[in-house]
């Protein structure tokens, strides 16, 4: 930025100096500043030429003066510094070829023959008052000056001495020179040197040393052309150099007269370093205001423009140009710019001269003003004024255009948002009125912000509840009110009050995850809980009543599958075990049933009898395992339940007194029969009796059994309980104590079977069987069985009359020779003849040869089984196949009951008695017969 200055009120100095006034005049007052010092001044702050620059100027300068001088550069010590340049007159003395000059140090100039040298080095200063260069001085000695004529130099020891007097004491500087050799200077001149007084200065070779190099050349031009009689110019603003470099600036005015007879230079020199630094100070605040990107005005105390700055003239392009503005007042502007349309205020429009009255008035009236202005085009000012402290006022325009666009555009957006938010919160409320969960949204204080619907329907709460604000005890006063507290948890809490701060304290710090809450009618619900950044806590309140009930459905369901693969498994273990019994037990039956027939009347019949009904029952319990094992439903008939607990304890009267057990029996006389199976329900109360018995054996004296049976009518159901005093039974194991193999009782005493077959026979028979607690200790078992007498349960139709026995052959097929025995001895008893073959392949031979009246075959054979023996039949012999009779000891496998059920042949289940093989033997002989 270029300031023009030609408006600035600055005075032209003075062309001469006090000196030259005559004696007796009165002082003349200084004229001011030109406009050319000022420009001077300016000029002073732009960067001259470089170091070369100025070393090539200076050495061209050298060349004009008279003494003996040369120009040295280096920095180490004086003797080491190199000569780059020097003047005819240092060649002369040196007696050195001007052109091998260049590259001699001052180590060979202090080595020249002559007393009369005397070298001397001085520092040379750039404009900045850095050292660049050195100037070498030759001196000759005092008899090499000339002397002046007597007459002469005492005549100008007269005119120097009135001259000296009448400028020694005056505060400007006075110097007169030749070619720059200092003739005279007075006090002020010398100090500001930096030399003690002026004779000192007179000792200096040249004044060079104390202007910038830059200049040299220039002020050597101008010297010479004064001594020629050139006409001064007007005064020039210098920079100086005091002798250690420091730069300070004086405003020179030079003249030519006559010295000692000879042309010389007077200079008056006038210290104005102090205005120098203001106006340079100045002109660097003027050029960085005009490089604001923000517009500015500076008005002065008379309202009237002192500075304005590049951008203002951009914006407002209408007004005088950036010189022309200067001194125009406030109002001019202001009228501008209502005339030119760049005032958007609407008061304008009105009135257009009371808005401009009104604008100034605003701004004289208030000390700083900050606003933002529009444009007409829509550009966006913030304005900042304010007054001086001088009484002038400032106004600033920053440019917010942008900054405003972005505002409108993030005002825009947010209002977007807003109005997106306001329709989610709709969304959002409509949503949560109108979903079944519950929702509540707690403040920190515990008073609740949000509560939808689902929340008041789930815990039947009236709609003044739903307001926000409402603390969060009042839902719960609501919740006990309503019951949904169980009672023996408010009175753990110690009452209702205490029970609210216990619930607000659990509410208030919510956990992680997903908790359950059991309402007293026996709801579950799911709560999840989740703490906000702001505090407020969320709740979520989920019925998930039928849920609960499927997964504990299903649970039961896995758990009785389960049991079903227990049983399946035992069942198959059975199965074995039974067909392995019933071959052994068959025998012993029918043996025993021949030694009664063959005993007549006596102690071995009744022995025998004896031996027949044990091994009978223990038939009757082999054959209860495989009913169990294979489900088979039980053979219900008409049970009289009192009779049936009489008979079983019957049986283990002197096992129970063996272990003083005392039993009690409180049998109801109005108890309607049951349908059942009387083998499998006294084995149920057997199995009872003898666990109660054993769970007493460690338990002191008295030992007390009690056995009740009861009719609850309004079920329809005969309830037999079984009630000791022993330890009972724990609550943790009582969901699992009819469970297959699980049992409490010591290695080797008990197998876990025994509850596990009383479980499965009794619900068999459409009952159930459950244990408790007995008042008094110990435990209760009670079954529930269904009264009434079903259809099957009618009186079995009267047995035929026996038929009269034929005789015939009869081929028995067993892999049991205890087995064949057997049947080989009853069937000749009755007159039959008998073949017995071990196998279905060994018959098959027999079968080839002959036929039979009758087959008994086993199903169950190695080497060709029942089925394969039929099968084969079929094609070999097939009139045969209606005279096989099948015997098992499985009967209720069920491959085996397929295959009965497409063969149509009878099967008699092991183990058998004697009657009931002669019979089916003379049926199937008397159908040969027919």
Known sequence: MRLKLSRCKIRPAAAGIEAARPPGSTRARRAPYSPSWSTQVAAMSKPRGTAAESLRQFAAALQRLDGPMAVATGESGPKQLQLVSANRAFAKATGWDAAAIPGRTLAELHSLPGDGQAIEVRPLFDRNGRRCHWLVLQRESPGRHPVAPAAGKAAADTTAADFRELVENISNGVLVHRDFKPLYANAACARRLGFESGETLMREPTLLPFLPVEIHNRALRRHARLLAGETPGPSQVLRCLTRRGEPFWVEASEKRILWEGKPAVLASLNDVTDQVQMRRTELMLREAVDNLSDSFILYDADQRVLLTNRRFHECLPFHPGQEEIVGKPMRELIEASVANNAVTDPRVWQDPARFVDDFIAERMSQRSITREDTWPDGRWDLVKEQHTRSGGFVSVRTDITERKKAEIALRDQESRLEQALAERTAQLKGILANIAQGVTVTAPDMTVLLVNQGYLDIFDLPEELGRPGIHLSEYIRQGLANGEYAAAEIEAAGGEEAFIRHRLAVLSNPQRGVAQRHMADGRVFEIRQQRLPDGCIVSTYNNITDRVRTERELQRQRE????????????????????????????????????????????????????????????????????????????????????????????????????????????????????????????????????????????????????????????????????????????????????????????????????????????????????????????????????????????????????????????????????????????????????????????????????????????????????????TLKTLKPQLLERMIFATGDLLNAETARFLEASGRPCIEKPFMPAQIRQLVDEIAAQGEN
């Not at 009744?606 to 319990?621: L, N, S, T």
């Not at 009264?787 to 009618?794: F, I, K, N, R, Y």
Request: overall charge negative; hydrophobic content about 45%.
């Open 560 to 871: 009785k599958s389960y049991q079903n693969e227990k049983l399946s498994a035992l069942g198959s273990l059975l199965a074995g075990v039974s067909h392995e019994l019933n071959n052994p037990l068959s025998v012993v039956i029918g043996q025993a049933a021949l030694l009664e027939s063959m005993a007549g009347d006596g102690e071995i019949a009744e022995r025998a009898v004896k031996v027949r009904i044990a091994a009978d029952r223990c038939a009757k319990i082999v054959k209860t395992f495989l009913s169990m094992a294979r489900q088979r439903p039980a053979d219900r008939r008409p049970i009289q339940i009192n009779r049936l607990v009489d008979d079983v304890l019957d049986l283990v009267t002197h096992q129970l007194s063996a272990a003083d057990v005392t039993v009690t029996r409180d049998l109801a006389s109005d108890l309607p029969p049951v349908a059942g199976d009387s083998d499998q329900l006294s084995h149920v109360l057997l199995n009872l009796f003898i666990n109660a018995q054993q769970a007493m054996l460690d338990s002191p004296a008295p030992r007390h059994l009690v056995i009740a049976t009861s009719y609850l009518a309004t079920s329809r159901q005969v309830r037999i309980t079984v009630r000791d005093n022993g330890p009972g039974v724990p609550a943790e194991i009582r969901s699992r104590i009819f469970d297959p193999f699980f049992t409490t009782k010591a290695v080797g005493q008990g197998t876990g079977v025994g509850l596990s077959v009383c479980h499965g026979m009794v619900s068999a028979h459409g009952g159930s069987i459950s244990v408790g607690d007995a008042a008094g200790g110990g435990a209760v078992f009670s079954v529930l069985l269904p009264a009434g007498t079903p259809e099957a349960a009618a009186e079995p139709e009267a047995a035929p009359p026996p038929r009269a026995a034929s005789r015939g052959e009869v081929l028995v097929i067993d892999d049991e020779p205890d087995i064949t025995g057997f049947l080989v001895e009853v069937l000749e008893l009755a007159g039959h003849s008998v073949d017995v073959a071990a196998s279905g392949q060994e018959a098959l031979d027999l079968l080839k040869a002959r036929d039979y009246t009758a087959i008994i075959c086993d199903l169950r054979m190695p080497h060709l089984d029942g089925p394969g023996l039929y099968a």
